[in-house]
Nanobody
Framework: QVQLVESGGGLGQAGGSLRLSCSAS????????MGWYRQAPGLQRELVAS???????NYIDAVKGRFTISRDNAKKSVYLQMNSLKPEDTGVYFC???????????????WGRGTQVTVSS
């Protein structure tokens, strides 16, 4: 069983920074794309940033120029550096990885349990 665990969430100030981390464990054969999603109160969960196995990155317009996603394959980890925080960034952030596990017939998405990010003004 593959498990993802996030860390780094908490209370941030508008204009400040936070760094989220997510590490995978388990019987992993391969990790393809990685990404961060967030869900603001009363809103749908949305993909914030993704990074492919060749380090191609994508961001939603709302965070372009402020957030940076990166990965460390040796550590089976993905990171989200969040700068110039805004109150609108508040929400629960979820780590996601597309993983081929030892017992998986197909690669599939795995999710962390989420970490709360609150940005105050």
């Amino acid at each position: 069983q593959v498990q993802l665990v996030e860390s780094g969430g908490g209370l941030g100030q508008a204009g400040g920074s936070l760094r989220l981390s997510c590490s995978a464990s388990g019987n992993i054969l391969r990790i393809n794309d990685m990404g961060w999603y967030r869900q603001a109160p009363g809103l749908q969960r949305e993909l914030v940033a993704s990074i492919s196995s060749d380090d191609t990155t994508n961001y939603i317009d709302a965070v372009k120029g402020r957030f940076t996603i990166s990965r460390d394959n040796a550590k089976k980890s993905v990171y989200l550096q969040m700068n110039s925080l805004k109150p609108e960034d508040t929400g629960v952030y979820f780590c996601n990885m597309n993983v081929k596990g030892l017992r998986d017939v197909f690669a599939r998405s795995y999710w962390g349990r989420g970490t709360q990010v609150t940005v105050s003004s």
